[in-house]
T-cell receptor, first 112, second 115 residues
Framework: DTGVSQDPRHKITKRGQNVTFRCDPI?????LYWYRQTLGQGPEFLTY????????KSRLLSDRFSAERPKGSFSTLEIQRTEQGDSAMYLC??????????FGSGTRLTVV | AQSVTQLGSHVSVSEGALVLLRCNYS??????LFWYVQYPNQGLQLLLK??????LVKGINGFEAEFKKSETSFHLTKPSAHMSDAAEYFC?????????????FGKGITLSVRP
């Protein structure tokens, strides 16, 4: 069990650019979640996958955000035309059905 | 839908004093409840969880929490604070099976420990 890994750890981008983050879950976990956390707030749910199927997306999620989990293993989260308000920590978590959630250390995005 | 409320954003205690962090939940179905801790620039670490077994749950680092259905509460306590307990603490609620299995977090409470 190597844990949930996220790449990159930090990303600085100019407003209007596209960014993509990667999450590698614990290998036997079939569920994968993306959260966003801003300063002073709890993690906010963005979307989740069961295997390769995206089962839920937050209503708060802009159309500029898209996530994929093409083979039911790793996942990517893309943000198009980034805005300063997108600056946040993006957390990935994985779990087996009914099991404990494991969180990655996150990707900190700064949009300048 | 589920939600949690963590009243107050900051709690400060003296080293050796009781720690009490409050969490109230709302859920249309029997909930599963969690406390997570987050140290600066790190991910979330599970302290403890309630999944409908014993109402008093013991976790890591000497923390425990009691599920009180009548009060819709799941407050986190520790008898004696250590300096190393200074961190941000999040209460979360979920149902662990079915389509709606995501964790919903509160806003978090920052715990400071004074020497």
């Amino acid at each position: 069990d190597t844990g949930v890994s996220q790449d990159p750890r930090h990303k600085i981008t100019k407003r209007g650019q596209n960014v993509t983050f990667r999450c590698d879950p614990i290998s036997e976990h079939n569920r994968l979640y993306w959260y966003r956390q801003t300063l002073g707030q709890g993690p906010e749910f963005l979307t989740y996958f069961q295997n390769e199927a995206q089962l839920e997306k937050s209503r708060l999620l802009s159309d500029r955000f898209s996530a994929e989990r093409p083979k039911g293993s790793f996942s990517t989260l893309e943000i198009q035309r980034t805005e300063q308000g997108d600056s946040a920590m993006y957390l990935c978590a994985s779990s087996a059905t009914g099991g404990k959630f494991a969180f990655g250390s996150g990707t900190r995005l700064t949009v300048v | 839908a589920q939600s949690v409320t963590q009243l107050g954003s900051h709690v400060s205690v003296s080293e050796g004093a009781l720690v009490l962090l409050r969490c109230n939940y709302s859920s249309s179905v029997p909930p599963y409840l969690f406390w997570y801790v987050q140290y600066p620039n790190q991910g979330l670490q599970l302290l403890l969880k309630y999944t409908s077994a014993a109402t008093l749950v013991k976790g890591i680092n000497g923390f425990e929490a009691e599920f009180k259905k009548s009060e819709t509460s799941f407050h986190l306590t520790k008898p004696s604070a250590h300096m190393s307990d200074a961190a941000e603490y999040f209460c979360a609620v979920s149902v662990l099976t079915g389509a709606n299995s995501k964790l919903t977090f509160g806003k978090g409470i920052t715990l400071s420990v004074r020497p």
